[in-house]
Nanobody, 129 residues
């Protein structure tokens, strides 16, 4: 079973940066894929980035590519989302998640509402203009 805990959200002005952290705990049989998602008020949840924690392969959504980067520190079971040049439309609740079944790296883009997804509680990001 996977457990995930996000931290690092906050309020920043446009152009600023934040780094979100996702501390995950897994058993030895868990799928080694962690993703970041966000949900703006009144909008659907969308995938932002994902990373295979065992091999380090990652993918970032086109909408944030060049500004957001996903990385990890395996020693402390943490996946990071570095967000630079933030804009007001980046405002929302950011979640990390892991699939309960084996998925491709595209999982975070095409299977946001998968019934096997395991979610953290979310962390709020607010970007003011």
């Amino acid at each position: 079973q996977v457990q995930l805990l996000e931290s690092g959200g906050g309020s920043v002005q446009a152009g600023g940066s934040l780094r979100l952290s996702c501390l995950y705990s897994v058993d030895t049989d868990s799928i080694k894929l962690v993703g970041w998602f966000r949900q703006a008020p009144g909008k659907e949840r969308e995938g932002v980035a994902a990373l295979y924690t065992d091999v380090g392969v990652s993918h970032v959504a086109e909408s944030v590519r060049g500004r957001f980067m996903i990385s990890q520190d395996n020693a402390v079971n943490t996946v990071f989302l570095q967000m630079n040049n933030l804009r007001p439309d980046d405002t929302g609740t950011y979640y990390c998640a892991a699939p309960g079944l084996k998925k491709s790296i595209q999982w975070f883009l095409v299977d946001v509402h998968g019934s096997d997804n395991r979610w953290g509680q979310g962390t709020q990001v607010t970007v003011s203009s």
